[in-house]
Antibody
């Protein structure tokens, strides 16, 4: 049973950097692309970007200037950093397997940006 | 970006009745080389991540009840629940995966009347 477990700081101040990590347990890491998707409270879904095991990355152009996605194949983990956060970045952040069709999601992490 | 627009924003349907949700894309998501529409539907219940229901506009994901069906092509798509059950109360999202960035509709909240 493949599982995604994610963690990271849940409360940030404006201008700080959001940092989340997602670990993949029980399945192949190298066979898939891995994504980050966010959802502001009560709102819809926004795809942030994707990475594969060899480090091939695609970002959503709307966030590209502030986003870094990285991978650690030795630990079957991938990470998200989002710099210079504002209140508009308050959201539940999900890690996910795949990009085009997402069948496996992490549990989600609520990240709140507040002074 | 391809903009996905769903209608209505919310919908109340009686148990056992049909529910219909529409999704329109700002440009075609039909790939003429393989005749596939790069359109998916997800269901999200409170406190949970979304669940994939339908892909290629009309292919039901394994384990999804057959009361869920998808239709449409090009820019106009529909998700139909033929006989609403209590467990179908959720927010439904369409998603295009034809072009990066992947984009979602704003969601349609489905409730029991």
């Amino acid at each position: 049973q493949v599982q995604l477990q994610q963690w990271g700081a849940g409360l940030l101040k404006p201008s700080e950097t959001l940092s989340l990590t997602c670990a993949v347990y029980g399945g192949s890491f190298s066979s898939y692309y891995w994504s980050w998707i966010r959802q502001p409270p009560g709102k819809g879904l926004e795809w942030i970007g994707e990475i594969n095991h060899s480090g091939s990355i695609t970002y959503n152009p709307s966030l590209k200037s502030r986003v870094t996605i990285s991978v650690d194949t030795s630990k079957n983990q991938f990470s998200l950093k989002l710099s210079s956060v504002t209140a508009a970045d308050t959201a539940v952040y999900y890690c996910a397997r795949g990009t085009t069709l997402v069948r496996l999601w992490g549990q989600g992490t609520l990240v709140t940006v507040s002074s | 970006d391809i903009v996905m627009t769903q209608s209505p924003d919310s919908l109340a349907v009686s148990l056992g009745e049909r529910a219909t949700i529409n999704c329109k894309s700002s440009q075609s998501v039909l790939n003429s080389s393989n005749n596939k529409n790069y359109l998916a539907w997800y269901q999200q219940k409170p406190g949970q991540p979304p669940k994939l229901l339908i892909y290629w506009a009309s292919t039901r994901e394994s384990g999804v009840p057959d009361r869920f069906s998808g239709s449409g092509s090009g820019t106009d798509f529909t998700l139909t629940i033929s006989s609403l059950q209590a467990e179908d109360v959720a927010v439904y999202y369409c998603q295009q995966y034809y072009r990066i960035p992947i984009t979602f509709g704003q969601g349609t909240r489905l409730e029991i009347k």
